[in-house]
DNA sequence: CTGAAAGCGCTAACAG
DNA sequence: CTGTTAGCGCTTTCAG
């Protein structure tokens, strides 16, 4: 049984295929008589039109391909919810690409080829550790892009981002303020935020404090996986104590505060915690985790919005879009 | 600065087109010089094929589709990793589409349509509400498929599964012989496990024991949300208490554990949680939660491996393949 | 407002 | 082993 063809129905409908194009592609230059009559017949035969083809004559495959590593899964699925229902209404097709971490050498490089000989008509990247690379490469290949979770300006590039510095800045000036200066940060060695932003950030209240901070002591170098960072901090609390851990993402930050509390480090009175993300782990730990909350599906939609203005010269008031975040406090720290 | 064509590297390593398509797609009649001559020029032009083109010449697109509700994506996103990466190693596109629950009276009909339309190789579907009308439309469109999460029988469709009826009984059964006959079941509105085999495997087990399962007091309703069931769950343990509570996933585990808790129910002494999928939420919780394992990652792998399969008329042993579980038993239980 | 015809870039017989 | 030639199904001038 071959698939219905712009000529089937063409031929059925007795006028040009060239018309039954118009239709399908809402050209208004046809009659309205025609037009019915050709609705008609492609409803009759159930004629669905090949993008295939369609892509092939246009040079468009109304495809948007995300790419980012596994290890930055977590960060990116509570994004799909927005992407993908953005891509819907905006019909277009969302195409993903992992990029292995474990993988051989080049993977970023493999995974981009195979994005330009999909002829994706743009990507969404995702702040990670090879960001740069990806980002070398689109240019490269001249693929429009937008990036969430850091800011590039470039030609073909827009971001959707928050600002890391800001936020860390003002979390840890608040403790200083309060003269608990003994803050530790907790760095995941994927995240969707930069991490340097967020660091650098902290560096500023405590340069605006006078007081030092020191990064060999005050950074813990962590894994995004619960099942690695729970122990590791497990053994970390045995013998240290901090005013205030903060954690760039809720499970690290859910991880602290239980294994600082098997270490009978009583939350937050004798230690206070506070996170990034603000997803539903955060109100699973006890006691309920303090998070900054990052819109998190509609930063997916932006980006895929903001993707197809590029893709259609659309006008565009600012190509780098920065959003606002919010502290949901909750029961991990005092105030 | 146009695409540099098949037409293009044909001309500069003085062959014909054809010869050049012979190279690219690893035809072994072509001469090794000959080979070699075609590579190089490929190489210094940095042509990339058009799959778009491609895909019209073979009707084949070597893209799958993977189609879920976003209340579902909690289970799937847990997949995406082995789909993903199965999806690279074999060479296939992986492209998302959600079918929104709030959405239109028709979403997955026009999300179909889309598939369809985009030329989708086969589709990766998941076990929800909708999945038999789901079905309905990929056995219309004659879509090689395989559903993930129940078992279907039919020629162009395979299935990942687990044996849900089985690992309710036999949860059940041993309660039962404890005499703790006390026992609920929590049923989320979407589920990648079919409920109705959990609910049938937990009434056989009572069956066995000639006690009856009353399943309008012993199945409780909720939602796949913590911030929506959690409440809930509040409300109920001011004046429930069971023997145990056998939950369908681990998020609605957690909120079970921690709304008894916060009702002074003790876990396990006063009442024993168990869930299903032994994700990380199982570790995260106090206590720790008993969680049957599913091989999510080798789901997802296996659902594109066997789909491909079926694509490419390979030998399949079973187009049916049961998954192992195993009860990952932690504190939430006694033993 | 509609039709004819030339592609889009590649594959796949069919000859040679 | 290599080249020629039709398509694949649709869009898009260009005429009419």
Redesign the interface.
């Known amino acids: 049984?071959k698939k219905v063809t712009i000529y089937d129905v063409a031929r059925e409908a007795g006028v040009s295929l060239a018309t039954v194009s118009r239709v399908i592609n809402g050209s208004s230059v046809v009659r309205e008589k025609t037009k019915q009559k050709v609705l008609k017949v492609i409803n009759e035969l159930d004629f669905?039109?090949?993008?295939?083809?369609r892509?092939?004559a246009t040079s468009k495959?109304t495809?948007i391909a995300i790419i980012f590593p596994?290890s930055l899964?977590a960060h990116v699925?509570n994004m799909?919810?927005g992407i993908?229902?953005a891509g819907?209404h905006l019909?277009y097709?969302?195409?993903?690409?992992?990029t292995?971490d474990i993988g051989d050498d080049d993977t970023v490089g493999h995974?981009l080829?195979?994005v330009?000989?999909?002829?994706a008509d743009g990507v969404i990247l995702f702040n990670n550790d090879q960001i740069n690379q990806e980002i070398e490469l689109v240019k490269k290949y001249?693929i429009p892009a937008v990036v969430i979770g850091t800011c590039v300006s470039d030609d073909l590039i827009g971001s959707i981002y928050i600002d890391a510095q800001k936020v860390a800045f003002e979390i840890v000036e608040k403790y200083l303020k309060e003269e608990k200066n003994d803050i530790v940060f907790i760095s995941p060695k994927q995240n969707l935020v930069k991490t340097e932003d967020l660091i650098s950030g902290i560096k500023m209240a405590y340069d605006n404090y006078h007081l030092p901070f020191d990064e060999n002591q005050q950074v813990i170098h962590t894994s995004t996986?619960?099942?690695k960072c729970?122990p590791q901090f497990c053994e970390y609390f045995k013998n240290h104590k901090h005013d205030v851990v903060f954690a760039s993402y809720d499970?690290e930050g859910?991880?602290v505060i239980?294994a600082a509390?098997d270490n009978h480090i009583a939350i937050p009175d004798d230690m206070e915690v506070i996170s990034m993300m603000d997803t539903?782990?955060a109100?699973?730990?006890?006691p309920t985790l303090t998070s900054v909350h990052l819109p998190i599906y509609d930063m997916g939609a932006l980006a895929v919005r903001l993707l197809t203005k590029i893709l259609n010269d659309e006008d565009i008031d600012t190509k780098e879009v920065c959003v606002n975040t919010l502290i949901m406090k909750r029961d991990s720290t005092k105030q």
Do not use: C, W
Not at 93 to 98: A, D, E, L, M, Q
Not at 116 to 119: G, M, N, P, S
């Open positions: 049984m669905k039109p090949n993008q295939v083809a892509g092939l495959t495809t596994q899964f699925k799909i919810g993908g229902d819907r019909d097709n969302i195409t993903i690409y992992t292995d995974v080829e195979k330009v000989k999909a002829r001249k996986h619960y099942e729970y499970k859910v991880a239980n509390q539903s782990y109100l699973m730990s006890r």
